[in-house]
C-alpha cells in the first residue's frame, strides 16, 4: 500500500517562505512522477507543480511559476515543494500525489494522495 505524508505547512506572512515535504511509503519511489496540487475554501483543487520519475522535468502553474520549486530526494522517498514569496491567495490546503508519467499526475488522476497539510498566508 503506496502511502503519501505531507507535512511543513502552517501559517506565514505574506512575502515568507514554507518548505513542504510528502515523505512516501509502501511503493518504488523512483517509479513514480509526482506532483503538488492545492484547494483553496470553496474552490476546486488545482494544480500546482509536477516533477517527472527522475526529477529531470517540472511543471509549474502560472499562477506559481518564479516563487515555487518542486523536487525530489530519491534517498529519502521525499518530493518537496519550497515555497517563497508567498502571497494570501497562496492559502489552501496543498496535497501531494503520485502517477505514473507527469501528464497523468498534471491532470489530476494520480493514481495516490496525501491527506493535505494546510498552508495559511497572512496579509
Known amino acids: 500500500q503506496v502511502q503519501l505524508v505531507e507535512s511543513g505547512g502552517g501559517l506565514v506572512q505574506a512575502g515568507g517562505s514554507l518548505r513542504l515535504s510528502c515523505a512516501v511509503s509502501g511503493g518504488t519511489f523512483s517509479s513514480y512522477a509526482m506532483g503538488w496540487f492545492r484547494q483553496a475554501p470553496g474552490l476546486e483543487r488545482e494544480f500546482v507543480a509536477t516533477?517527472?520519475?527522475?526529477?529531470?522535468?517540472?511543471n509549474y502553474a502560472d499562477s506559481v511559476k518564479g516563487r515555487f520549486t518542486i523536487s525530489r530526494d530519491g534517498a529519502k522517498n521525499t518530493v518537496y515543494l519550497q515555497m517563497n514569496s508567498l502571497k494570501p491567495e497562496d492559502t489552501a490546503v496543498y496535497f501531494c500525489t503520485a502517477g505514473g508519467n507527469t501528464a497523468v499526475v498534471r491532470s489530476g488522476d494520480g493514481n495516490y494522495w496525501g491527506q493535505g497539510t494546510q498552508v495559511t498566508v497572512s496579509s
Open positions: 516533477i517527472s520519475w527522475r526529477g529531470g522535468i517540472t
